[in-house]
């Protein structure tokens, strides 16, 4: 026969094109990279988790939470909000637990100059380790999502 169309005498098929099937196969791994890339690229939160041999130590944490527009509470207590007040109570508490963490929750409204004056506060009294504190938001799904 002067033209091969693939099959033999009989009709039966003796060769396949395996062109169609590659060019799915890379389309296929084309969006799974980049669903990937989405998937990994979301911001995460690095959280540095306190190591224990047992599960009864209990991790102490110092809480400041700064009020709008003029207040703070150390572990639930209101002090004034000037350079002793939190840098007495942070350093009694570095004292008792020299690897004490602190964690600062301020409203929304408060100024970034009263947040840093805070962390300045919890620094000269001894404590390095500090987290902030948020409200996740919570989608239609139910899982954590940012704001835009």
């Given at each position: 026969?002067?033209?091969?169309?693939?099959?033999?005498?009989?009709?039966?098929?003796?060769?396949?094109?395996?062109?169609?099937?590659?060019?799915?196969?890379l389309?296929?791994?084309?969006?799974?990279?980049?669903?990937?890339?989405?998937?990994?690229?979301?911001?995460?939160?690095?959280?540095?988790?306190?190591k224990?041999?047992?599960?009864?130590e209990?991790?102490?944490?110092?809480?400041?939470?700064?009020?709008?527009?003029?207040?703070?509470?150390?572990n639930?207590?209101?002090?004034?909000?000037?350079?002793?007040?939190?840098?007495?109570?942070?350093?009694?508490?570095?004292?008792?637990?020299?690897?004490?963490?602190a964690?600062?929750?301020?409203?929304?409204?408060?100024s970034?100059?009263?947040?840093?004056?805070a962390?300045?506060?919890?620094?000269?009294?001894?404590?390095?380790?500090?987290?902030?504190?948020v409200?996740?938001?919570?989608?239609?799904?139910?899982?954590?999502?940012?704001?835009p």
């Open positions: 026969m002067a033209g091969s169309t693939g099959r033999s005498r009989h009709g039966a098929i003796m060769g396949i094109n395996v062109t169609p099937l590659v060019d799915i196969t389309v296929l791994l084309i969006v799974f990279m980049v669903t990937a890339k989405l998937i990994v690229g979301q911001k995460a939160i690095t959280v540095d988790l306190p224990a041999k047992t599960g009864a209990v991790q102490e944490v110092l809480s400041v939470v700064l009020i709008a527009p003029e207040g703070m509470q150390v639930g207590e209101m002090v004034p909000e000037n350079d002793d007040g939190l840098v007495a109570i942070a350093r009694a508490a570095v004292t008792k637990t020299p690897e004490l963490r964690v600062v929750k301020a409203d929304g409204t408060v970034h100059a009263r947040v840093m004056h962390l300045d506060q919890l620094r000269v009294a001894g404590i390095a380790k500090v987290a902030f504190g409200s996740p938001v919570l989608t239609a799904g139910g899982a954590g999502a940012e704001k």
